[in-house]
């Protein structure tokens, strides 16, 4: 065998390779988008059909918007308080910052279930707090404010302190300098941030399953659970899940294609 | 017309002093150097003076105006670093006007200091470049205009040329030095480069360890190091250990011994017979001369050539002096004739050497 063939050889084996890990990733996404498009006739035969997504629009479009309500609010708590603290924890030494660090990274490896059931513990029992729409948006600042955290971090470590230091010899105040300077230079890396809160916080489950509680406010991942329940996996509901997942799909892509992974650096480890 | 002084400033990160009671004063209108290895403490004196970093002890005045508790924004000064620092999401016009916009500057008169200040770094009609699109040279200028155009009371440069290819590097050297003659700001300068300190300033402070190890013109530190620290750091040196034989007072002339020669330098007061002291001989103040020209030199000694080595501008000959080897550098078309001459016997002469007093080791 020349060097020409083997060549050949590796690369259409890893082509092959290629193929059959999107395969792995990609089939479920495939079967779910042909499953709500595939709609049974009367005589047994199965035609191509969009009906399903018209009949979802009514009832799912609600449960859509206040998931995406509810990220937008969590996006924007985490983003207030991710910041300054990120700034803090990457530009000063202070006793207990590893434990600190340590402590904010550990709401990550709770399971999911314990986490849920420790907030509806605490919110409902103890603060007699309302578990609806401000419920979910405390539960998930509390639980994705670790990943705003890191992304900042990753970003104002690249940020050489030379810019702030230029700005204040410049004559800037500490907030002027912030808001002209490091914020314009980390606004990708918070961006990062923003792109994973969202994700996360609007396709959470878990903690939704147990927080809708009495309210019985229903997040979009919650409508599509309770609707296989009810139905089973008919069609409408494959385009409920079709629909929710496009959206992040489409979110990560427009990301992806405008800003990169650069600033998702060390975010990947979780 | 601002003078700056330092007063025993000291910054210690854990128990290591960084800067260890350092004084400085530079006046209006002057170019001091801080000169010294990495690590040596100079960049972060000239932070202090900023008032980027704050001193564990000491204070900073400009002029008669304590300001050691002042925020760098508060200061009035100009910053030029090390890494270009212009601001990357700006271009050239926006950041020289940042400053100008900090310090409530009018439209108009923004706008006609940018022209000023482009001007006075010859980067006239670059103001829509981003810094991206700027080269290392053009970047460093953009930052001397940057800081120029707010009208600093002083300009501070930390190792503004270190990151700049070396011709460019001989060019803007001389430029900072005009732009201060044209100015007339006092600027403190902070480097590692003998060549670019000597270059451009009025004022060296060579500083080792935390410390100021002498303070002076570029011709008193080449020609009257004090220290051993100093003689080996500037330019370089042959090193002999001696002893002071005898004073004469009236010439300040003294005659040392020295590894079984003897040695006359000219001496400075505080010197007495017997004093231990290290005789620093500049190779390129040695001279091979011929049996004939004895009488030109106050020090003739002869020796063997051990190796010579040409350089281009020089050749420089390692001589063995009664087992000491001495470095001479032989400079101008004489240089060619030295090219062969290991094993030769050679005259070596010379009158200008100097004295280091209260240290006895050869510095490494």
Known sequence: ?270 | MTRVRAINITKRYEAVAAVNRINLEAEDGKFVTLLGPSGCGKSTTLKIIAGLIYPDEGEIYFNDRNVTELPPNRRNIGFVFQRIALFPHMNVQKNIAFGLRMRHCPKEEIERKIKEALYIVHMEGFEKRMPSQLSGGQAQRIEIARVLATDPDILLFDEPLSNIDAKLRDELKYEIRRIQRDTGKTMIYVTHDQAEAFAISDKIYVINAGSVEQIGTPVDLYVNPVTPFVASFIGSNNFLKGRILDLNPSIKMARVSSDGMEIEAPYSNGLHVNDQVLVCIRPEDVSVIGEGERNKYSNVVQGTVDDSVFSGLLTRLNVNVKGIILKIDIHGSDRFSYLNVKGKEVLLGFNRCSLITGATEIPA
Request: aromatic content about 14%; proline content about 4%; charged content about 15%.
């Open chain 1, 1 to 270: 065998m020349n060097r020409k063939t083997r060549s050949l050889l590796t690369t259409s084996a890893a082509y092959l390779y290629l193929i059959i890990c999107c395969a792995v990733l990609l089939l479920p996404f495939i079967v779910t988008l042909v499953r709500s498009v595939s709609v049974a006739q009367p005589d047994g035969s199965v035609a191509f059909s969009l009906a399903s997504y018209s009949e979802i629009y009514k009832q799912f479009w609600p449960k859509i918007n206040t998931s995406l309500e509810i990220a937008l609010f969590t996006i924007a708590i985490d983003t207030i308080i991710g910041i300054p603290a990120a700034y803090a924890l990457t530009r000063y030494e202070f006793r207990g910052k590893k434990s600190l660090f340590a402590l904010l990274n550990g709401v990550w490896y709770v399971p999911g279930v314990c986490y849920a059931m420790a907030l509806v513990l605490a919110y409902y029992f103890v603060y007699k707090f309302f578990l609806g729409f401000w419920g979910f948006v405390a539960a998930y600042s509390c639980g994705f404010l670790f990943l705003m955290l890191l992304t900042c971090m990753v970003a104002f470590r690249h940020l050489d302190p030379r810019y702030e230091e230029a700005a204040l010899c410049l004559g800037a105040g500490r907030l002027g300098t912030f808001l002209r300077v490091t914020l314009p230079l980390i606004g990708p890396g918070v961006t990062a941030g923003i792109l994973l809160t969202f994700v996360l916080s609007f396709n959470e489950f878990i903690t939704a399953l147990l927080l809708t509680g009495p309210t019985r406010l229903k997040t979009a991942p919650l409508a599509v659970y309770s609707d296989i329940r009810m139905f089973g996996v008919r069609e409408t509901v494959a385009a409920e899940a079709t629909v929710l997942q496009l959206i992040s799909l489409v979110v990560v892509v427009v990301y992806l294609k405008f800003i990169g992974t650069r600033y998702l650096r060390g975010v990947i480890l979780i």
